[in-house]
């Protein structure tokens, strides 16, 4: 049998396998950020189809932090009921699920506010103030207890794709020179806080970290940095770190600068970076997102000890039970990665499908 199917624990969560389900929003939550039955039916899917490890889609620790409609909700208890359902669908089949916790900053639609001032298209966000930042951590640990009276078996933070964390970790974004920019140290400060919070709130219960490797932006969050980060939170007790990247500011030009020279990886968007993560961090645990299609580059990757764990995300929209294909001995995912999954008349607008066909 493959290693794939090799078993694997992160902290004290034991998964059957080393597939993983990064997270990926449905956007088919309910205007209040509940959850509708559609979602909980896919989550029951996805267990079904016996994926080692599901990263529930991201879920706002704040009214303010809501990325796009139909973005669900943690920020409150009556949130709790409807991700409770998705956990027990997910448990009755024996499956992993975490919650990834989000707070959107300079990217949610009203009031942006983030590290700093900073202009969009047409917009432009504003400073958050000292004691929001603090109202901010507050509600990620609020959110990760909501997590565990929900059963999740665990939490990520989301510290990739230009939401809030990540905001902060980018110079480009981030311009403030007090505890919260400037260094790496400083604008690092958030993670680490937030880090720290949930820790306290929750105990040894499995924390997770999605991080970018890179924002692909001319002066934002290098490579440098980011093995930096992964350093600080891998000696701070993080359970495992799920490599990714893109942020804001980002440039299609400079997305190579991401890849593995190794033509066995040439699918993978980030396993150059993830290699060279993994050179400073030894043998802690860690996943990888980002162009997986092949079961033989999965394959190779966990072989060769790039990482621990292969993630995926749009594959698992075109294919909920994939694991259990590739376990049948499928060769390759379906999905091309077109993308229409997110156009425009179709995110946010239906509950998430592939729209291949
Ligand atoms: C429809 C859709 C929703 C997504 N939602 C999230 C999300 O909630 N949180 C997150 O960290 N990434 C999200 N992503 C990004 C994926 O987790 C993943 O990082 C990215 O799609 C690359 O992996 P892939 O090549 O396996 O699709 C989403 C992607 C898609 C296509």
């Known amino acids: 049998m493959s290693v794939l199917f090799d078993p694997f624990k992160i902290g004290s969560m034991q998964l059957k396998n ?19 039955p559609a979602i909980v039916e896919l989550y029951s899917d996805l267990a079904k189809g016996g994926t080692g490890l599901i990263v529930k889609g991201h879920l706002y620790v704040l009214e303010t932090g809501k990325a796009h409609e139909g973005m669900a909700g943690i920020s409150d208890d009556k949130h709790i009921s409807g991700l409770k359902e998705i956990t027990k669908a997910v448990h009755e089949h024996n499956g992993k699920i975490v919650a990834q916790l989000n707070h959107a900053g300079i ?21 958050l103030l000292e004691n929001e930042i603090e109202e901010i951590i507050d509600a990620f640990g609020d959110a990760a207890e909501r997590a565990l009276q929900a059963d999740f078996d665990g939490v990520q933070i989301h510290g990739a794709h230009g939401y809030l964390i990540s905001q902060f970790l980018s110079k480009l974004v981030n311009t403030r020179d007090d505890q919260w920019g400037g260094s790496l140290n400083k604008r690092m400060n958030l993670l680490i806080r937030v880090y720290d919070e949930i820790r306290r709130r929750v105990g040894r219960v499995p924390l997770l970290l999605k991080l970018n490797s890179d ?25 495992i770190i799920e490599i990714s990247g893109g942020g804001i500011g980002r440039r299609q030009d400079l997305r190579s600068r991401a890849e593995h020279d190794d033509d066995t990886f040439s699918e993978l968007a980030f396993a150059g970076h993830a290699a060279r993560i993994r050179n400073h961090t030894g043998s802690a645990p860690m996943a990888l997102v980002n162009g997986f299609r092949q079961q033989k580059t999965m394959q190779a990757s966990i072989e060769r000890g790039l990482v621990d764990v292969v993630s995926m ?11 259990k294909k590739l376990k049948e001995g499928q060769d390759e995912v379906q999905c091309i990665r077109c993308d ?18």
């Open 215 to 239: 924002d692909f932006s001319p002066n934002g969050f290098t490579i440098e940095d980011s093995i930096r980060v992964a350093q600080v939170m891998y000696e701070k007790g993080i359970d």
């Open 340 to 357: 229409k999954c997110l156009g425009e008349d179709v995110f946010g607008k239906v509950m998430l499908q592939c729209q291949l066909d």
């Open 107 to 127: 990217n949610h639609k009203g009031d942006r506010a983030g590290p700093s001032e900073y202009k969009g298209d047409n917009w432009q966000s504003r400073a």
């Open 18 to 36: 080393r597939l993983m389900r990064s997270a990926t929003t449905s956007a088919f939550s309910r205007p209040d950020g509940t959850i509708r």
């Open 313 to 323: 995300s749009r594959p698992f929209i075109r294919e909920p039970t994939l694991v």
